[in-house]
C-alpha cells in the first residue's frame, strides 16, 4: 500500500477515498479522522448561504474559518498547533470530494426552527 504524506493533496487530487488516504487521516487524526469519514459518507456535513454545519451525535455544530463550535474545539485542542475536530476535518473531507450537502437558505433561520 503506498503511503500518503498531505492526506488533503492527495484526496484534492484524487476526488476519492483510498484504503492509503482513509489510512492517511486516521494516522493525522486518529478516531477524529474516522468520525469525519463517517460524517461525510452519512451525509452530514451541509452548507447553508451562512455556515458549514455538521450534524453530530447530540446536536449540529457551526464550523467557520476551520473553526468549530463544539466543545472539543474549545477546550481540548489546539488550533496553533494544526489540532482540529472532527467535524472541521469532516468539512474538509467533504469539501473534496463534493459531498456537501448544499441548502440554500440562511442556517441562521433554519437554526430558529429546530
Request: charged content about 35%; aromatic content about 10%; some cysteine.
Amino acid at each position: 500500500m503506498d503511503t500518503v504524506d498531505d492526506w488533503r493533496e492527495a484526496l484534492s487530487e484524487a476526488g476519492k477515498l483510498s484504503p492509503p488516504i482513509v489510512q492517511a487521516i486516521a494516522d493525522a487524526h486518529g478516531d477524529r479522522g474516522i468520525k469525519a469519514i463517517e460524517a461525510v459518507s452519512e451525509r452530514r456535513v451541509k452548507r447553508y448561504r451562512d455556515f458549514d454545519v455538521v450534524v453530530g451525535y447530540d446536536d449540529e455544530y457551526v464550523v467557520e474559518d476551520r473553526g468549530c463550535t463544539c466543545k472539543d474545539s474549545m477546550y481540548n485542542l489546539d488550533p496553533d498547533e494544526g489540532e482540529r475536530c472532527w467535524h472541521v476535518i469532516a468539512v474538509d473531507v467533504a469539501d473534496a470530494l463534493d459531498e456537501v450537502d448544499y441548502h440554500d437558505m440562511w442556517y441562521s433561520e433554519v437554526r430558529e426552527f429546530l
